[in-house]
């Protein structure tokens, strides 16, 4: 078999979240995205799953690092909220799925605007503030 046979075969991805309670920030990725956790059986919590209950999606895993967030995060998750929408309907689906996801723990940070190339997104971060955008 050859490299490139080999690379069509994959056909799941894995998002990998480094944090500080995994179990916290899987839970409001659960309920962000309709997702299923699989928690820890022990009590330490060092790890947590959550996974889409229809495998569509990627399975996202979180671990427990000593380390905290430094600096803004180099992959971030597009959340699509507002698929097919434009103008001010899309804006005001992103700003209540928005409010929804503040309730769960989450932070809004900004509104990008449609321009020319581009339209509207909802910047926010997650309970341990990795940085996600709603569009």
Known sequence: MTTSEQVR?????QVTFDCADPVRVARFWC????YDPTLPDEDDGAWAVAEDPT???PRLYFQRVPEG?????RVHLDVRAGTGLVGDERVAVLEAEGARLVAL????????????ENESCLVMQDVEGNEFCLD
Do not use: C, E, P, S
Request: charged share 25%; proline share 0%.
């Open 69 to 73: 967030k430094v600096v803004k995060n």
């Open 105 to 116: 723990g989450a932070t809004r940070l900004h509104i990008l605007l449609a321009d020319d």
């Open 31 to 34: 309920a962000t995205l309709g």
């Open 9 to 13: 075969r994959v056909r799941q991805v």
């Open 55 to 57: 495998g569509a999606g």
